[in-house]
């Protein structure tokens, strides 16, 4: 084609891995079942006087599969960090033993597989958005351009063939996920 038919191209596609990998983080903060570091992304610990990510206070780790241990640098935030795990509201339990804080991952409930199936759900379809939110901005840069009809066309053509590749991974990446959530 040409260059600028290229470059809202290339646009396009790099909005559309923007919404993949927004969904593939999305996808690692819920939990199927398994102890992951990752479940803590979120806590942020009050340190000295401002918020900070827990990661950057404390040595996270997994002793198993269900267990979650926090090992903070400086002895005197464990009860910061604790009181962060609490109020992240994250349905954990910390349970300080004065050197580390140890977390139990329960075991989830039915009811509790199907609406992390429900969020995973709401996340690719979020993500399936942004694909066309890309799309239709490319469409739109497309015919923004002076080009002979033949040729927006075959743009457009293209376009819907990323799109359809994109929505396509979104769709076997939920597949893989809700089998992961639901297997027991």
């Known amino acids: 084609m040409n260059e600028e038919v ?10 559309m891995d923007k ?10 903060k819920i939990r199927a079942g398994k102890a992951s570091p990752i479940m803590l992304s979120t806590v942020k610990v009050d340190y000295y006087g401002s918020p900070t990510p827990l990661s950057q206070v404390a040595n996270v780790n997994t002793t198993d599969a269900r267990t979650i241990s926090v ?33 139990n991952v329960p075991p989830l409930t039915e009811e509790r597989r199907r609406d992390l ?27 923004g351009i002076d080009l002979p009809e033949d040729t927006v066309k075959d743009a457009e053509a293209s376009i819907q063939e ?6 396509k991974k979104i769709e076997e990446l939920l597949t893989v996920k809700e089998a992961e959530i639901m297997k027991v």
């Not at 290229?6 to 909005?15: G, I, P, T, Y």
């Not at 400086?74 to 339990?93: R, S, V």
């Not at 990323?162 to 929505?167: E, G, I, P």
């Open 71 to 103: 090992q903070p640098w400086e002895k005197n935030m464990l009860q910061e960090i604790e009181k962060a795990i609490t109020n992240a509201n994250l349905g954990f339990n910390p349970m300080n033993n004065g050197d580390l804080i140890i977390i």
């Open 6 to 15: 290229d470059f809202v191209l290339d646009s396009a596609k790099e909005n």
């Open 162 to 167: 990323l799109t359809n590749k994109y929505s």
């Open 19 to 28: 919404a993949m990998a927004h969904l593939e983080k999305s996808f690692a």
């Open 117 to 143: 199936v429900k969020q995973a759900k709401a996340e690719a379809e979020d993500a399936k958005i942004g694909v066309r939110n890309a799309r239709q901005e490319a469409n739109k840069d497309i015919k």
